[in-house]
């Protein structure tokens, strides 16, 4: 699973996912996201956000992959930091995936979907994630009506 938290100033935070399932990896399949598909991901939400992002990582193998790198240098809406959504993780270890023993990946699957699907609009969860980094904000959020 692969999530980016999406802050926009003005706008509620919002939660952007892609899960995968993974071919067997003994029989040539990936275990892991490619950078490809770290890069597609950030690049649908600069799409869907409108403008320059700031994605916050942790140090995973693909983040300092060379490709990766280039492709960071080569996009001037793409600036890379410290990561807020490394939270989100921490949430659903303590939540949903407490104490559970999975029966197969799809049981995994639905469990994950359905427990990000719960926090996906969860401004303040969210926003927890990002105070957990130091950073924060520069423009207010607009107060529910």
């Given amino acids: ?19 995968k399932r993974h071919t067997d990896h003994k029989s040539g399949g990936r275990m892991s996201f490619a950078w490809t ?16 992002i700031v994605p916050y990582w942790d140090n ?16 001037d809406w793409l600036t890379v930091d410290l990561n807020p959504g490394e939270g989100i993780w921490s949430v659903l270890r303590r939540t949903s995936r407490a104490n559970t023993a999975f029966t197969d990946r799809d049981h995994l699957i639905r469990r994950l979907r359905h427990s990000l699907r719960q926090i996906q609009y969860r401004s303040d969860i969210i926003d ?13 959020r607009p107060q529910p009506q």
């Fill in 1 to 19: 699973m692969a999530a980016l938290c999406c802050y926009k100033p003005g706008e509620r935070s919002r939660l952007d996912y892609r899960p």
């Fill in 37 to 52: 598909e770290y890069r597609d991901l950030l690049i649908a939400a600069h799409q869907q956000l409108g403008g320059p």
């Fill in 60 to 75: 995973l193998n693909f983040h300092k992959d060379r490709r990766m790198r280039a492709f960071i240098d080569a996009h």
């Fill in 128 to 140: 927890g994630c990002l105070t957990a980094t130091g950073l924060t904000l520069t423009t207010p």
